[in-house]
């Protein structure tokens, strides 16, 4: 059974709470049930919040953790005054030192989604997402050279997770290539790839986890045996050798570690955030 609850309250859509909370939260081993609670924008809904929080207060016998991202004040206000659990003010922490070093005020704005219509970056993101899209698992060259990444591997090494991450998180315009046996056959990388070689980054992948992976998908399919997958595997690396392109092993790896080791190798000239 979890052994303590952990909020994450913002008045926008918490995601920042969570995840900065969770953040710090990966350095403690716990049993935590983790409750998030966003679009606490008024004084009423704060304290529905405050009743939630004390009761779970009084039935775990322990103070809920609290991490918060609230911008208005009246609604911090009863949280503060009221909550029974560890209050951790993500945006007091380090907001009013900001804005006493840099000698002005912050916007106060609601997260960071708010007046998105307005939001260049948004639509940038959009526009990446679609992007990354239609130009997975190699399914179009048209604009090609729009390319911010293009990601080649053997298939299910992880290219379509890390294009999507990589548009979404960082606005990235993000294309991934399947390499397959007439590929290996040729000795060469796909023609359409060849004009963007700086662009290219490779995925590989241990045989034995890409074994599991694909026999998920097609149960003990030749594409999913275990000699298929060694075989594909040790053509792609070698392809990738002979032609200078930079990859990386995603057996032991997060989307986040995948996608911050290809930021830092192909360094694009534009980032989202």
């Not at 397959?180 to 992948?205: C, M, S, V």
Request: overall charge neutral.
């Amino acid at each position: 059974m979890p052994n303590r609850t952990i909020y994450f309250i913002s008045d926008g859509t918490g995601i920042t709470a969570e995840t900065f909370g969770n953040a710090i939260l990966a350095q403690f081993e716990n049993n935590m049930r983790r409750i998030r609670l966003p679009f606490i924008d008024s004084v009423d809904k704060a304290h529905q919040v405050v009743r939630q929080i004390n009761l779970a207060a009084v039935t775990e016998g322990k103070r809920p953790i609290v991490f918060t991202t609230l911008v208005n004040e009246e609604v911090k206000d009863v949280i503060t005054q009221g909550c029974q659990g560890m209050l951790l003010d993500m945006f007091s922490t380090f907001v009013n030192p900001l804005e006493e070093e840099l000698g002005i005020k912050s916007n106060h704005r609601i997260g960071r989604f708010s007046d998105i219509s307005k939001s260049q970056s948004y639509t940038d993101r959009i526009e990446a997402i679609n992007f990354s899209l239609a130009h997975d698992d190699g399914q179009s060259n048209v604009d090609l050279e729009q390319s911010d990444v293009i990601l080649v591997g053997v298939s299910r090494s992880g290219k379509t997770p890390t294009s999507l991450y990589l548009a979404m998180q960082y606005g990235l315009k993000a294309s991934n290539y399947p390499l397959i046996p007439e590929d290996f056959e040729r000795k060469q990388l796909p023609a359409a790839l060849l004009p963007h070689r700086k662009k290219i980054f490779g995925l590989t992948i241990n045989p034995e986890r890409l074994s599991e992976i694909r026999n998920e998908r097609r149960p003990n399919s030749h594409y999913a045996s275990l000699l298929n997958c060694r075989n594909e595997v040790a053509e792609a690396e070698s392809m990738m050798r002979r032609s200078g392109i930079r990859w990386l092993s995603t057996t032991t790896k997060s989307i986040e570690e995948i996608a911050t080791t290809i930021l830092q190798e192909i360094q694009p000239d534009r980032l989202s955030y």
